[in-house]
Each structure stands twice: as C-alpha cells, then as structure tokens.
C-alpha cells in the first residue's frame, strides 16, 4: 500500500503526540515531550498535505494522485476567457454587441465551470466514501486486490475533491 497522506492518520498521529506530551509533563520525561513535539509536527505537516490540491491543464493533482477534471471546468474556463476577450475588444473599438456577447459567453463559461466544479466535488466525495466502505470489507474479507481498487477509488475521489476545493477556494478570494 503506497504511503499517502491521510487526514484521519494526521489526527491518530497528533492525539498520540498529545498523549505522549500529557505523559511526558507528568513524569517529568524531557525526552517524552520531545518526541511528542516532532510527532505532532509531522501530524501537521501530514494534514496540510492532505488538504492540499490544484487543478492544472485539466486535471487535479493532489497528495493522493491525479485525476482528470469533468470536461465542462475547462470548457467553462475558456468560455471565460474568450468572453472576456470579447468584451474587452467590444469595449476598446465602440462595438457594444461584441462586448455584449462577450459579457454572456463570459457569465455561460462561469456556470459551466461552476457546474463542473459541482460535479467533481459530488464524485470525488462519493469515491471516497464508497472507496472507504470497500476498502474496509475488502480487509476483513483478505481480498487484497480488492482492497488495492478501493484504495485507488478513494485516492482518485479524494484528487477531485481537493482540486474542485482549491479552484472554489481561489474564486472567492
């Protein structure tokens, strides 16, 4: 099993840095709360991986992998781009009907794009989910390759999620 960053596995790992800390500071174990330092340093640092994602050129990159975006993100995109273009012409050279149509084609590029966003979130949640479920009776059950789809479902589910999440993020800034 590859060793990606887990959300969950952050939160194990800084309870057990906190832990370790409250044991260290009883029994006076300078070491202890050394160690309960570094653990909940990496603890950190694994779940800010874990929340990190992008989208680039059509696809969402994330900790867990890459994954291709719905088409109409970028289709989307560049109905934006071209109606922007447009609209600046329009507006540059006195031509209020090219500067219209740009304005529109730029608000269709904005909802087809928001509606891939939606969609990708939607899957990439249910991926995870269902990739979790799966993954969780494919354990009990040894079906290792099982196991591995699942893992791979949820990883692919996670990448779409986190990088419809970062193009959200950078739109409302």
């Given at each position: 099993m590859p060793d990606n960053t887990s959300t969950l596995q952050s939160y194990i790992d800084s309870a057990g840095g906190m832990a370790q800390s409250a044991l260290g500071s009883l029994t006076g174990n300078t070491a202890d709360k050394a160690e309960a330092d570094k653990k909940k340093t990496q603890a950190d640092a694994k779940d800010a991986a874990s929340h990190s994602g992008t989208s680039i050129g059509g696809v969402s990159v994330s900790s867990s992998g890459v994954a291709a975006n719905d088409p109409e993100r970028q289709k989307g995109s560049w109905d934006q781009t071209v109606g922007s273009a447009k609209e600046t012409v329009g507006g540059l050279v006195g031509a209020q009907g090219?500067?219209?149509?740009?304005?529109?084609?730029?608000?269709?590029?904005?909802g087809r794009e928001a509606a891939g966003q939606a969609s990708d979130m939607g899957k990439g949640v249910a991926d995870r989910v269902s990739g979790t479920v799966a993954g969780g009776v494919a354990s009990l059950t040894g079906d290792s390759e099982a196991k591995a789809r699942a893992e791979k479902k949820h990883d692919t589910g996670k990448t779409l999620q986190r990088g419809a999440e970062s193009d959200i993020n950078k739109q409302a800034s």
């Open positions: 090219l500067k219209n149509e740009g304005r529109e084609q730029n608000a269709q590029g904005q």
